[in-house]
């Protein structure tokens, strides 16, 4: 399958609370629309994230397809037509980021309804090739950060290679989405020895500086 991320800001001017109601509601009823859309879910920063000042990002959706090809016959079709004049209407277009990506699950476990979904945007070291930084966080960060007991779910979205092709450079590498019973648990976590070993390997495979991150909760509209 190939995921499809949409990292998005609210449109200037919006409040969080209009912004969050018309994703959900609204535009989750014409995206579901999309002919070979097999899943679509939407992960909205949680409130906390605003309280001083406004976070990286208000949300992200992603949305499968079973193929490339499934994607490219939406061109012109009038139901991704009414998903692309239906976005301005709550999303900052200019800073909209779209990336392909391939799903890796490293850690899979129910998730409590409500979970805290941990989002962070990540980019690879300089000197490292793509497929050095790929295959270093799937198979040997991947397992470290799997160890962390307070985790749930924890998948990999790595940017699909296409993306860097003819010498272009994506906003991000790619995506690390972790999920836990509450953002108590996710405190929780950042005291465990596992969590530092998780942090410690970062300076193997990521750029220097603190990598952006939200704190979501996801409605799921399409699975």
Same mark, same amino acid.
């Given at each position: ?8 800001? %609210? ?10 109601? @018309?994703?959900?509601?609204? @535009?989750?009823?014409? #995206?579901?629309?999309?002919? +070979?859309?097999?899943?679509? #879910? ?6 906390? +994230?605003? %309280? ?8 992200? /959706? ?12 939406? %061109?012109?079709?009038? $139901?991704? $037509?009414? #998903?692309?004049?239906? =976005? ?12 392909? !990506? ?6 899979? $476990?129910?998730?409590?309804? *409500?979970?805290?979904?941990?989002? =962070? ?9 793509? =497929?050095?930084?790929? &295959?270093?966080? &799937?198979? #040997?960060? *991947?397992?470290? $950060? ?21 010498? &272009? ?8 989405? !972790? ?7 996710? &405190? ?5 020895? =596992?969590? /530092?070993? !998780? ?22 509209? !399409?699975?």
């Amino acid at each position: 399958m190939v995921k499809v991320i949409a990292i998005i800001k %609210r449109k200037p001017g919006m409040t969080v609370e209009a912004f969050q109601g @018309h994703w959900r509601t609204a @535009h989750a009823d014409i #995206v579901r629309r999309l002919p +070979g859309l097999r899943r679509y #879910v939407q992960s909205h920063t949680l409130p906390s +994230g605003y %309280r001083k000042g406004e976070p990286a990002w208000d949300g992200i /959706a992603e949305l499968w397809f079973d193929s490339m090809d499934a994607l490219r016959a939406l %061109r012109g079709a009038p $139901a991704q $037509a009414a #998903v692309d004049a239906d =976005e301005p209407r709550f999303i900052d277009k200019p800073t909209m980021t779209t990336l392909l !990506t391939d799903e890796h699950v490293i850690t899979e $476990a129910p998730v409590p309804a *409500g979970a805290a979904k941990w989002v =962070e945007f990540l980019t690879r070291r300089p000197d490292l090739a793509v =497929e050095a930084f790929q &295959r270093h966080w &799937r198979e #040997v960060h *991947g397992p470290i $950060a799997a160890r962390i007991p307070q985790i749930r779910r924890y998948v990999q979205s790595h940017v699909r290679p296409g993306a860097y092709a003819s010498g &272009r450079t994506p906003r991000y590498d790619g995506l690390a989405l !972790t999920w836990f019973d509450d953002t108590q648990a996710m &405190r929780a976590s950042a005291a465990t020895a =596992e969590y /530092a070993a !998780t942090r410690a390997d970062e300076a193997n495979f990521l750029a220097p500086g603190a990598a952006p991150v939200i704190i979501t909760r996801e409605h799921v509209v !399409t699975w």
